[in-house]
């Protein structure tokens, strides 16, 4: 049996050096490395831990740089505090070294003139009438945790000639519903070149950005609408941008990949 999202938050403790720890399950794997969602969702939750009275969460810029798995440690620098914008560092460590780099910044609200959502919330068929995302045989080991709908696009090495797809996606946990927990979901997509493949081919996130638009990110049932869109591949990179929304339509997430593809 695999162990949720909240156990797993559970599980990371404090050592006494100071940094978190715990051991990644084989279920939360993407190929040799733990994937990509829950490694950024740690190094925040983290951060979240070490350091008291943060105001909310509202970018974050995550390098993967190695491969880890099994027994990890999170460290976490506050790089500048100011009034009301803090960035604050947290470094990933593996048995082969430095895996996952991220720069978290945390900014109080202001008194604002501009209050406006400039993106749609698209009109697309609900988690019930949307239709399982993955065929047999190319789901990861990690996508055990989510439940997948594909609401719009092409499933993976479909040969599809679309580069963007919209898909809902919850936790199977139902207790994972907080802001690291929202990070878990939003690297689920796949890179939204795959679906373009006509066979299997190995691909790697290098670099992943996000603005959080709400300071309370919250959905009914858990479901949450993730977009993802390719505009450019060539040379074995890929760059994307990404959007999420929640069920009841509002604009939660957006960001950017950059991918590696050796297809």
């Known amino acids: 049996m695999n162990i949720s999202y909240t156990e797993l938050a559970r599980q990371m403790s404090q050592q006494a050096d100071g940094r978190w720890g715990l051991t990644i399950p084989a279920g939360w794997m993407q190929g040799r490395t733990t994937y990509g969602g829950l490694s950024a969702a740690l190094c925040y ?3 979240e831990r070490q350091f008291a009275d943060l105001p909310p969460l509202r970018s974050a810029q995550i390098n993967f740089i190695g491969p880890a798995g099994g027994a990890v440690q999170i460290s ?3 790089l500048r505090q100011g009034r009301s914008v803090s960035y604050i560092e947290a470094r990933m460590q593996g048995e ?3 895996a996952t780099h991220g720069v978290f910044c945390f900014g109080a609200s202001r008194e604002s ?5 400039f993106t749609d ?3 697309l068929p609900s988690p019930d009438e949307s239709s399982s995302f993955f065929r047999d045989g190319f789901e990861p080991s990690f996508t055990q945790n989510f439940e997948i709908r594909l609401a719009l696009g092409g499933r993976p090495v479909s040969g599809s000639p679309h580069s963007e797809h919209f898909m809902w996606v919850r936790h199977r946990d139902t207790n994972s519903t907080d802001t690291s927990a929202l990070i878990a979901v939003a690297d689920m997509p796949p890179p939204a070149v795959l679906p373009m493949f006509t066979e299997p081919a190995p691909i790697s ?3 992943w950005m996000m603005n959080f638009i709400q300071t309370e990110p919250t959905t009914e049932n858990g479901w949450w609408l993730l977009r993802s869109a390719a505009e450019h591949a060539a040379d074995g990179y890929s760059s994307q941008d990404m959007t999420i929304w929640n069920s009841s339509g509002e604009l939660i997430l957006t960001g950017r990949q950059s991918i590696a593809i050796f297809y």
């Open 45 to 47: 939750l983290a951060i």
């Open 76 to 78: 976490s620098e506050i």
């Open 96 to 98: 082969k070294g430095l």
């Open 113 to 117: 003139k501009m209050d406006q959502i």
């Open 121 to 123: 919330f698209p009109d």
């Open 205 to 207: 996130s290098m670099t």
